[in-house]
T-cell receptor
Framework: DGGITQSPKYLFRKEGQNVTLSCEQNLNHDAMYWYRQDPGQGLRLIYYSQIVNDFQKGDIAEGYSVSREKKESFPLTVTSAQKNPTAFYLC????????????FGSGTRLTVV | SQQGEEDPQALSIQEGENATMNCSYKTSINNLQWYRQNSGRGLVHLILIRSNEREKHSGRLRVTLDTSKKSSSLLITASRAADTASYFCATDPSGSARQLTFGSGTQLTVLP
């Protein structure tokens, strides 16, 4: 079955640590996205990539970094520069034409301890 | 920035009743999409309506779009307890490279 997989489901980060969230898709989608969701809030765009080896900052990119070395993979690193990283992180993908909407992963809940 | 804003923020109805959620947005769009999110899970795409469409149906879902008022509504008919979830509208702005902007959502509770 085609889909998008995020791991881990839960992640705990100590102060000053960098952590990487994984996102893999087998839908052959060109575009991939990372969103952050805070409790009771909508989604805010962190980074997006429309093609391999290219990515763009979203609305809240500070303190985050990404790479897109393979079409299937779009990992997100939450760096120590992100002062309030506790949130629910959602990865999504879509075709270039975008006629079918986004497909989302099941999310990673990151908590700072 | 949040372009779409849903109204109401929360809605509680009895099973069998209809649920209506509204979304307003600010800029021109290519299309508007509705998504559903169960607690602690990812979003699921429900329906997409293009800027040149006024109404679209999918099963128990009916979506309308009024581009002159920059608003959309999602109607769920004959609601079920399993419809309990958060519902988000997302806009695909004109001229953009396909970056959806999501609203803050409506939390729907369907009571059995």
């Amino acid at each position: 079955d085609g889909g998008i997989t995020q791991s881990p489901k839960y992640l705990f980060r100590k102060e000053g640590q960098n952590v990487t969230l994984s996102c893999e898709q087998n839908l052959n989608h060109d575009a991939m996205y990372w969103y952050r969701q805070d409790p009771g809030q909508g989604l805010r765009l962190i980074y997006y990539s429309q093609i391999v080896n290219d990515f763009q900052k979203g609305d809240i990119a500070e303190g985050y970094s990404v790479s897109r070395e393979k079409k299937e993979s779009f990992p997100l690193t939450v760096t120590s520069a992100q002062k309030n990283p506790t949130a629910f992180y959602l990865c999504a993908s879509s075709s270039r034409q975008g006629t079918g909407g986004y497909t989302f992963g099941s999310g990673t809940r990151l908590t700072v301890v | 920035s949040q372009q779409g804003e849903e109204d109401p923020q929360a809605l509680s109805i009895q099973e069998g009743e209809n649920a209506t959620m509204n979304c307003s947005y600010k800029t021109s769009i290519n299309n508007l999409q509705w998504y559903r999110q169960n607690s602690g899970r990812g979003l699921v795409h429900l329906i997409l309506i293009r800027s040149n469409e006024r109404e679209k149906h999918s099963g128990r879902l009916r979506v309308t779009l009024d581009t002159s008022k920059k608003s959309s509504s999602l109607l769920i008919t004959a609601s079920r307890a399993a419809d309990t979830a958060s519902y988000f509208c997302a806009t695909d702005p004109s001229g953009s490279a396909r970056q959806l902007t999501f609203g803050s959502g409506t939390q729907l509770t369907v009571l059995p």
